[in-house]
């Protein structure tokens, strides 16, 4: 019987779509990527810079006998589909298995999908082509620029600031923090004042005086306008108006982010994960099926077959006065339309149907890229909006509200929007009214709003800086990086944060900024269209930017550290503030020569529990960068024996590895021995 083998990046992936395709396929997976660039090379780029910049890869670490196991599989099959993930990148893991397993081309095809459903999957083998070689190359370019950028800036912040990292589009979206916290610091603070007149049923703000619009700075100047209004107010004007109220779009990877973060309050980070979950296939009661499309995508579209049953579902369950119509995206550069928007595998697997096989996390996320799919097709709501307008020598009065007269989307999707519904009275234009009080409140400008994440995100989307799928990873290297502090949901950018942005910008200024990292993501999408050469942009960019750094290493002031104003103990020298990681400690400035670090009394004391039975070191007491406790030997990470509960100091009998105290019992770490 004939054998095809199917290669897919994730191992839960591979079971799903084994269940599917049956006998005569086997179904592997490659754990991600199984090639990166190596460090071989100039500087250690893993590139021949002289050769129009070819690569030089190597088996990532742990993956060898992964490769060999693949090698083995692919000899024993008669033909091999690559399905890796539906995009560049995806499109790069699969060249990379063809090139690293010796595949030829009449023996093996790319196929790619979605949605991991079982007609879509089956359906995918109709449309298998052979691997796109543009696609690949503008991933591989993207990973070339990022070494170079990577590997120089990080090499220049290590030897004259206290930064470890630099980037292509982490260094611009820290540059974007910076720049608004100093917005912040030099924004001057302005007092006004505004003066609103209180009435039974509603009140009414000050906006204009003999039609123009006010501005009260000064308590005088509030008082002298209470002194010409009178007690009755004219009503001069009531405005009527119907409005709509848009459907949303279905989500793309980047809102689908923002609104997790602002609703849900999810991480970039997190939001991703669990979303992969949801795409790579939950267990339900009579089958294994992904739930969502595949969440790393711009684009807004959604298949006609969704579209279709969408529709007969809201025919169903809400009426015929309900459906609404396929929104078109706005013109937008940067736009990867390979795909479709994210949205549920089958509008009939409501998230109510699925909750019981979901973890919380799993069905907040579900739950809301569902509504937010079936509302893009349901009809806009609609409000009325009044504004009435009241005059008082010649002071006009403002005050606005709405009802809503139509829900449509909102059925759904309310959930998940502010409703700022508000009824006022019915009143006649031409009467009167008395107003119940009038009077002045003091209020102060404020600065633009520090970044949260779900801001920063849409500025970065917006600016066209970096891919969707990469923002989580960016801002979580600004945060392990110690650049930015997050405070309240808040990005403030550290001390660390405002002076690696300042040397970049002082010697990058042209290569570190919105408008070129821009440039250069049109650039690798002209390359993705077969329309620029790789090497060609690689050449440009390294000529412009390798003379620049040279330049840096040689004029660029390193940061003398702070001293205390204390001696080192050992040799004399002065001690300095260093930072690592941990934070800042106290050592010697004489080093590497003197290696003394000042022992930090406000620390807790290391705990050693007994002596390591792997090594011979301790096994100490230690702290997570959460704060968590656990247990491990101070050899690492030479040994890397650790655990979360608290050794007792005694070996076990059957394997003389540590015993350790559980909530119930005594027992060993590494076989099944519990002490009676």
């Known amino acids: 019987m004939s054998k095809k083998l199917v290669i897919v990046e994730s191992p839960s992936k591979s079971k799903t779509i084994e269940k599917y395709l049956g006998g005569g396929y086997k179904v592997v997976s490659s754990l991600g990527h199984i090639r990166d660039l190596s460090t071989s090379g100039k500087f250690g780029l893993g590139v021949d810079i002289d050769n129009n910049f070819k690569p030089d890869y ?3 670490k742990g993956k060898k006998k992964l490769v060999t196991d693949l090698k083995k599989m692919v000899k024993d099959s008669d033909f091999v589909y690559l399905a890796t993930d539906p995009d560049r990148e995806g499109e790069a893991i699969s060249w990379h298995l063809y090139d690293t397993l010796g595949l030829k081309d009449n023996d ?30 503008s991933q591989e370019t993207r990973r070339i620029l990022d070494r170079i950028i990577g590997f120089r800036l990080s090499k220049l912040m290590q030897s004259k600031t206290e930064g470890k990292s630099a980037g292509r589009v982490q260094s611009v979206a820290l540059k974007l923090i910076v720049d608004r916290e100093r917005e912040i610091q030099a924004f001057n603070i302005e007092k006004y004042y505004e003066i609103d007149a209180y009435f039974d049923d509603f009140d009414s703000k000050l906006d204009t005086y003999k039609n123009k619009k006010i501005e009260i700075k000064t308590i005088e100047e509030a008082e002298k306008i209470l002194n010409e209004l009178d007690k009755v107010f004219i009503i001069e004007d009531i405005d009527k108006k119907e409005k709509e109220k848009q459907s949303k779009y279905p989500f793309t990877t980047s809102t689908m982010q923002q609104e997790a973060s ?8 997190k939001t991703m994960s669990v979303a992969q979950k949801l795409y790579e296939g939950i267990t339900l009661k009579d089958e294994t099926v992904g ?16 579209i279709k049953t969408t529709y007969a579902y809201i025919k169903e369950n809400y009426g015929d006065n309900y459906i609404g119509y396929v929104k078109k995206a706005k013109s937008k550069d940067n736009v990867q339309d390979a795909h479709e928007a994210i949205r549920p595998t089958s509008i009939n697997r409501t998230p109510e149907s699925v909750k019981e096989y979901l973890t919380n996390d799993e069905y907040k996320l579900y739950r809301m890229i569902y509504y937010r799919a079936l509302a893009s097709l349901m009809k806009n709501a609609k409000v009325e909006a009044t504004t009435i307008i009241l005059n008082n020598n010649e002071y006009r009065f403002k005050t606005t509200g709405q009802i809503l007269i139509f829900d449509g989307y909102l059925k759904v999707y309310s959930d998940y929007e502010d409703s700022n519904d508000k009824i006022l009275p019915n009143i006649e234009k031409g009467n009167s009214l008395e107003a119940n009080k009038v009077e002045y409140s003091e209020h102060e400008t404020k600065p633009p709003a520090r970044y949260t994440e779900s801001k920063l995100i849409k500025e970065m989307e917006e600016l066209g800086i970096g891919r969707p799928s990469t923002y989580a990873k960016t801002i979580d290297i600004l945060k392990e990086r110690a650049y930015v502090n997050v405070v309240d949901k808040k990005f403030i950018p550290t001390e660390v944060g405002f002076d690696i942005t300042d040397r970049l910008q002082e010697f990058f200024k042209d290569i570190i900024n919105v408008k070129y990292t821009k440039e250069m993501e049109d650039d690798l999408d002209k390359i993705a269209e077969g329309d620029l050469v790789w090497y060609k942009l690689l050449d440009r960019f390294y000529n412009e930017f390798e003379p620049k750094v040279e330049v840096a290493f040689k004029n660029m002031e390193k940061k003398a550290p702070e001293e205390t104003g204390e001696l080192c103990p050992k040799c004399n020298s002065p001690l300095v503030i260093k930072q690592s990681k941990y934070g800042k400690f106290v050592a010697c400035s004489n080093y590497p ?3 003394y670090i000042k022992p930090n009394e406000t620390k ?12 011979g070191g301790k096994i100490v007491e230690k702290t997570t960068k959460k704060g968590k406790t656990f247990y491990g030997c101070n050899n690492y990470p030479k040994c890397k024996t650790a ?3 608290k050794p007792t100091g005694e070996l076990c009998p059957k394997c003389k590895d540590i015993l350790v105290e559980t909530k119930n019992e005594i027992k060993c770490i590494n076989c099944d021995y519990i002490k009676e």
């Open 58 to 60: 190597k088996l990532i």
């Open 108 to 137: 093996y095809k790319r196929i790619v999908f979605n949605e991991i459903t079982k007609d879509v999957i089956l359906n995918s083998f109709n449309n298998a082509r052979n691997i796109d070689d543009n696609l690949v190359k």
């Open 262 to 269: 602002n609703k849900l309050n999810f991480t970039s980070k």
């Open 291 to 306: 739930l969502i499309t595949y969440m790393r995508t711009d684009s807004i579209r959604m298949s006609d077959e969704f």
């Open 593 to 595: 020569e003197c290696k």
């Open 604 to 615: 807790k004391e290391i705990l050693e529990i007994m002596v390591c039975p792997h090594c």
């Open 643 to 645: 655990s979360w509960d």
